[in-house]
């Protein structure tokens, strides 16, 4: 089994910045892809940013360069950085790592505040 736990979320005001990490241990064989996404409430789930076994990047089609994806391949971490936030961006986000099967993290909570 493989477990994610995801660290860094918590209250920030908007125009601040946040750093997400993600550490991912257990029987990790090949990592396809590792990724974070949000939900907000009442909304559904949505892809952040990804990060696919050869280092290439694929970005949400709303992220506009404010979010930047960083992947730790002897450390297998994760980390997501928000900057210039908006209280869009409240949503719980989650860690996702595809190993080929797929496994989340329990997700950590960003609210921004206006």
């Known amino acids: 089994q493989v477990q994610l736990v995801e660290s860094g979320g918590g209250l920030v005001q908007a125009g601040g910045s946040l750093t997400l990490s993600c550490v991912a241990s257990g029987r990790i064989s090949r990592v396809a892809a590792m990724a974070w996404y949000r939900q907000a409430p009442g909304k559904q789930r949505e892809e952040v940013a990804r990060?696919?076994?050869?280092?290439?990047?694929r970005h949400g089609d709303f992220v506009r360069g404010r979010f930047t994806i960083d992947r730790d391949k002897d450390k297998n971490t994760l980390t997501l950085q928000i900057n210039n936030m908006t209280p869009e961006d409240t949503a719980v986000y989650y860690c996702y790592l595809a190993s080929p099967a797929n496994f989340w993290g329990q997700g950590t909570q960003v609210t921004v505040s206006a």
């Open positions: 990060v696919f076994y050869n280092g290439r990047i």
